[in-house]
């Protein structure tokens, strides 16, 4: 089963929901700012992803600028966040199995489906 972290809002997550339909690849859709993750689903996450918490951050966010720029936060201390302002999680996320890609750019999601 695939799984769509998926922000409607977004060019690059419509992007990615339609570059599965195309392929008849039908997806799980998490919209993960309408129902927020729990601390262990983004754990879960970082782990299929294989990164650390700050390289899945929208650094580009109101929210980071004013509460979390310039400060070093714990491992921890960032799924917090993560669980507080989901807005702060790149996107699109696509699971599939025990591996996972953000999905900019588009490719990513095509190695992951190949």
């Known amino acids: 089963m695939i799984t769509i972290w998926h922000n409607n809002r977004c ?13 008849n690849i039908q997806a799980e859709i998490f919209e993960y700012l ?6 262990e689903q983004i754990i879960d996450l970082l782990g299929k992803l ?23 936060l ?12 989901p807005v702060l999680i790149e996107r699109p996320i696509v699971i599939k199995g025990d591996k996972a890609v953000i999905g900019r750019p588009i ?5 992951l489906l190949a």
Do not use: M
């Open 11 to 23: 060019s690059k997550s419509r992007n990615a929901v339609c570059l599965l339909e195309d392929k």
């Open 34 to 39: 309408k129902t927020p993750p729990t601390s």
């Open 107 to 111: 490719e990513n999601i095509e190695a």
């Open 50 to 72: 294989g990164v650390e918490p700050e390289d899945l951050v929208r650094k580009g966010e109101d929210v980071y600028k004013t509460e979390y720029k310039g400060k070093e």
């Open 74 to 85: 714990s491992y921890d201390q960032w799924i917090e966040a993560f669980v507080k302002h």
